[in-house]
């Protein structure tokens, strides 16, 4: 709405009231005038009083009859109501801030610089973040290695001894990579240790007595064989029942040497597992005696006395010495003490018929060879006897078996028959050969090579018999000779019954 308008009528509502009231002033009668001279759309009330500006349209109603229009209080004083401001005809607002486009405003010099976004390296140019890989903790000094969180020396470490986790058994430490033995004992040497499926730790290598040990036997790694047993550093045959089996010595026996005498009339002989001492049974006098070889010859000391005519002997399992008392009808075995002394004797509770010989077997039983029963009878383990496994013999005496198992009785004979034989069996109890020729065959003794040596009581000397079965004359200068009995060397050991003494032949 414009301003003239507005004053226009504004006039008409003022002469409209006068006119009811029936007064006027000069002012209206001026405005009258005013009004009849000037159109409506152009007049402006320039005698009113100066409005301010924001107010200048407002439109005043409804006012007080009789009032005069210059006294009505002021607009300013009525109550803020907006003013109805026709946007098109509204004047600029000259003093409020000018809104200054963005596009023209001054450049703001004194802000610090700032680089622009296109000087940011692109992110293309930037080179990529390579993948972080963890690289485990440092590496160890040289010589070392680490096992977990530790860096250890192989060579030396208990704990990770050879490898990482390898921990050497109890008694053991690590030496060069190999879990050994702290100090072996005088005469012992460290060699390497058998497989032991299960074992947990680390057991390179162990004390070793290679005097004594087949499978270190002299050296280690040395095996002895089967039916062998090493005695000072050599691999030697030995049977079950503590018998030597020594290599083939061609051609008669070398010279006699004396062991010991006044011995009585010896029938049985056993040589020590070391073959330092020799045990002889002397029947008439009831006595075991021990001879040590240290020294011929040997000074006899009764190990053993009391017994009722001892003759064979042998050891058993549990290293005893198991003797035949033939007079006695009974088999005894003896306890070793520690220092070598006899110990309690126990008596298989069981008899028999003139026991001779007596052979302990690979499987912890016995054979005993019945003089007067004429039979070969078998105790177990358990001490169970099985009577006749060889049986009807004149007069069965030495019993021995090779390192093959096969057994060789020897057939002393009858008045009748003389005794001429040496029968063979196998394993099985089948007989396989018969050695004949003999003249009252009672010891026997066997060679690697199969040759077998037979004491003949009344030839008064020693013959060999090849595998072939010829027979040959192998030691002499002997009276009623019994038992024989090699020793490691291949030296023969004799019961010299006839003379009371012992004796041996050097190795030929």
Known sequence: MSRGLVASIALSLLATACGETGSSTGDASAAIDRQETAPLADTVAVDAPD??????DVIVADVPAGMDVTDAPAVTDAPDVPAVIDVVDAPAVTDAPAVIDVVDAPAVTDAPDVPAVIDVPAVIDVPATPDIVDAGPPACEAGATRCGDACVDLATSNAHCGACGRICCAGLRCN????????????????????????????????????????????CGIVCGTGESCLDGRCLGRTADGSFVPQVAPGAAGAMEVVATGLGGVQGLLLSPDARTLYASATGLGVIWRLPLGNLPATPERWAESLVGPSGMTFDAAGRVV???????????????????????????????????????????????????NTVDRVDAMGAVTRGVIPMFPAPLDLRRDLAGNLYVGDYGS?????????????????????????????????????????????????????????????????????????????????????????????P
Do not use: K
Not at 51 to 56: D, E, I, K, L, T
């Open 415 to 507: 008045p009748l028959t003389s005794g001429l034989h040496v029968f063979v069996y196998d394993r099985s109890l089948t007989r396989t050969r018969t050695l004949a020729g003999m003249s009252g065959p009672i010891g026997i003794a066997l060679d690697r090579g199969g040759d077998v040596y037979v004491a003949n009581y009344r030839a008064n000397n020693v013959v060999r018999v090849s595998p072939t079965g010829a027979s040959s004359v192998y030691a002499t200068g002997l009276s009623g000779p019994h038992a024989l009995a090699f020793d490691p060397d291949g030296r023969l050991y004799v019961a010299d019954y006839g003379n009371s003494r012992v004796v041996r032949f050097r190795r």
């Open 51 to 56: 409005v301010p500006v924001s107010q200048r």
């Open 176 to 219: 060069q990579g190999r879990c050994d033995p702290f100090d072996c004992p005088p005469g012992w040497s460290p060699c390497p240790a058998p497989a032991m499926p299960g074992r947990t730790c680390g057991y390179d290598r162990g004390c070793n007595d290679l005097r004594v040990d087949p499978n270190h036997c002299g050296a």
């Open 323 to 373: 003797v035949a008392e033939r007079e006695g009808n009974r088999v005894t075995r003896i306890e070793l003490n520690g220092d070598g002394s006899a110990g309690v004797r126990t008596t298989l509770p069981v008899s028999f018929q003139g026991p001779w010989g007596v052979l302990s077997d690979s499987d912890g039983g016995l054979l005993v060879s019945n003089e007067f029963g």
